[in-house]
């Protein structure tokens, strides 16, 4: 076997691994609360997740017998076979466990092959694939990962935090990728770009035309997150970090990386 399709197959079983351990998990509190709000919100990213990869296992045709499966995962059928609405959360988790079990099975077996279809084609790019640092897109990958798993999980705190940690970091590695002369002419302030406050880069890099004006609509929490890590009021209360500012830094976020990688 080709060692590129292998490395692809080794990925995917692991990928396949962590999804069926937490479709586990989810499929008990389920059972034991199937009105859980936050294990609700939990089951629909692990959908998405499971969703996404089961689109590249199948080479993102609709017609293979994987993605019919997971598509069918998610029908109720009557007495006499037709498609009705209504099944509950935790009967779909174990339809779609049984879809992720047939995906390694088929990818582990050896008489034909792996199921991955369109393996002579290059894996899809990451999000982070436009930051100059290479050691930095692994961390923000899993960064992003964890910020999107927080939200969905009503952790808004975690959320905005990760999210404009992200923001701070991307804009950060476009200003020291352009180098100091650049930074100079658009009025950088004194010292390094370490000791730069989270505001100051951004503005650096509005007037570099490295990023546009989609910061503007970045709450204030989000702009003084570093300093509100954990975030209290006069009378020693803490204030929570709303969903509102939580979802709007995610998607200033999306914002700048469209910025930074145009062509994503």
């Known amino acids: 076997m080709d060692e590129s399709l292998r490395a692809q197959i080794e990925t995917s079983l692991t990928h396949l691994d962590g999804l069926i351990r937490r479709g586990r998990q989810l499929r008990e509190t389920l059972a034991t609360d199937p009105t859980s709000k936050s294990a ?40 006499d076979g037709a498609a009705v609405e209504g099944t509950a959360p935790d ?45 930095l897109r692994p961390v923000l990958e899993q ?31 476009a200003l020291e990728h352009k180098g100091l002369d650049a930074m100079a002419e658009a009025g950088m302030p004194a010292g390094k770009i370490a000791d730069w406050s989270f505001e ?19 709450p204030a929490a989000a702009r003084a997150y570093r300093d509100v890590v954990d975030p209290t009021s006069e009378d020693g209360v803490k204030t929570a970090v709303s969903e509102r500012d939580a979802r709007k830094t995610g998607q200033v976020l999306h914002v700048v990386m469209r910025d930074l990688n145009p062509g994503r």
Request: with cysteine.
């Open 143 to 173: 960064a992003y990962i964890d910020g999107r798993r927080a939200l969905e999980f009503g952790d808004y705190e975690m959320a905005l935090l990760t999210s404009a940690g992200i923001l701070e970091s991307i804009v950060t590695d």
């Open 200 to 218: 100051a880069r951004l503005a650096v890099a509005e007037k570099m035309g490295i990023i546009r004006g989609g910061c503007a609509r970045l």
């Open 91 to 135: 009967v779909i988790v174990d339809r779609l466990l049984t879809v992720l079990e047939q995906a390694v099975t088929s990818l582990t077996r050896t008489d034909d092959g792996a199921i991955i279809t369109a393996s002579t084609q290059a894996p899809p790019p990451h999000r982070f694939d436009f930051v100059h640092n290479l050691e």
């Open 40 to 79: 609700i919100a939990a089951t629909r990213f692990w959908h998405e997740e499971c969703g996404a990869a089961i689109h590249q296992l199948s080479g993102g045709s609709k017609a293979h017998w994987l993605a019919r499966s997971f598509s069918e995962a998610f029908l109720m059928r009557s007495a």
